[in-house]
């Protein structure tokens, strides 16, 4: 697995707007209210380790932070990009923690931006160099709310991890259902 920092998606939603969120939450499919769990063991929690605990079940799944407002750039590229520590501080720089270990884990965003020191979230789903997939062109066709396909309910997970095979038969089977194209060359160059 590379570290990676999440400094790297230049364009900033900055700060704006976390009063712009309910709008936002509010235009997404009506979800059951969900709260998320208090977690004492996280060592028991499937996926790697993250250097903050960001819990996609609070922002996602409790406050209902659509995926695009974070992963925005899924729509606009092959790849959709872990947001950049100014789109955290936007919400950051005013929202604190609820209990002692939330406000402990917010103040390691706080001191990340402070230090200018983006943290380094570890990748989880990768394919071989040799492999072609354009995001944008399956979130174009599957919808944006299709992410779950792929990607299992994220917004019910403490710590994400990979759902899906992300193997060749796995690809080809849905390419199969869909009646999409199989051949080598489009995901192999
Ligand atoms: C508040 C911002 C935010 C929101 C909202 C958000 N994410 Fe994320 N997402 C992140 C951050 C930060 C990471 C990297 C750390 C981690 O893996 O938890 C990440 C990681 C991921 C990954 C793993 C990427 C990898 O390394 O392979 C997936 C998949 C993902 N998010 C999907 C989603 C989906 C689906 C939704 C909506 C249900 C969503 N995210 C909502 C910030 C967000
Ligand atoms: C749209 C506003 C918003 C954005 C953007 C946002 N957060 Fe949060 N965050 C919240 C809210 C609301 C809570 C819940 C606070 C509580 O009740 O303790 C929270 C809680 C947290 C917590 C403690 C609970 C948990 O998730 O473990 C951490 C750590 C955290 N956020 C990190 C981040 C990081 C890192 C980013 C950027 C990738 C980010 N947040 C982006 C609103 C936001
Ligand atoms: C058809 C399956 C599929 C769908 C639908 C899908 N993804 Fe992915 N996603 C993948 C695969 C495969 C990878 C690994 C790509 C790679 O390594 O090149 C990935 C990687 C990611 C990553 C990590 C990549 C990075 O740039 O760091 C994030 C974040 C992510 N997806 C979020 C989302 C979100 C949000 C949605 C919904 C808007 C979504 N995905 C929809 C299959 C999918
Ligand atoms: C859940 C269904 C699903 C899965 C899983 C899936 N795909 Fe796709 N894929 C599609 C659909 C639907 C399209 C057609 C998009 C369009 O018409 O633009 C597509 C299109 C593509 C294309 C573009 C084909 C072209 O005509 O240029 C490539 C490349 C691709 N997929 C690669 C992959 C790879 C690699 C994987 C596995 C890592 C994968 N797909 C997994 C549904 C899927
Ligand atoms: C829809 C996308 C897709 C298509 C079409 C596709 N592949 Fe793949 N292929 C993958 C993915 C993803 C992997 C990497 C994951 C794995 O090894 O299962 C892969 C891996 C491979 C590997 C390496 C296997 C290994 O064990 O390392 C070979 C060889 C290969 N493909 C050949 C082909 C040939 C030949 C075709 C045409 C008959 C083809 N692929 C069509 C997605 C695709």
Redesign the pocket.
């Known amino acids: 697995m590379t570290k990676r920092s999440s400094g790297r998606v230049a364009v900033g939603i900055a700060l704006a707007a976390c009063t712009a969120l309910p709008a936002a939450a509010q235009s997404g499919q009506p979800v059951p209210a969900f709260k998320a769990p208090v977690i004492s063991d996280t060592g028991s929690l499937p996926g790697p380790r993250q250097p903050i605990f960001f819990r996609h079940d609070v922002h996602a799944g409790q406050d209902r932070v659509p995926c695009m407002y974070c992963h925005y750039s899924a729509a606009i590229s092959s790849e959709p990009g872990i947001p950049a520590l100014q789109t955290c501080f936007g919400c950051h720089l005013m929202i604190g923690g609820s209990t002692p270990s939330h406000e402990a884990e917010i103040q390691k965003v706080r001191d990340a931006w402070s230090n200018s020191k983006p943290p380094e979230w570890v990748r989880i789903h990768t394919?071989?160099g040799f492999?072609h997939f354009p995001h944008l062109r399956h979130i174009k066709a599957l919808g944006s709310g299709s992410c779950g396909t792929c990607h299992g309910d994220v917004a019910r997970m403490p710590q994400v991890y990979q759902a899906a095979p992300?193997?060749?038969?796995w690809?080809?089977n849905c390419?199969m259902q869909k009646q999409v194209?199989?051949?080598?060359l489009?995901?192999?160059y």
Do not use: A, F, I, K
């Open positions: 394919l071989p492999v992300l193997t060749m038969g690809c080809t390419h194209t199989r051949d080598c489009v995901c192999h």
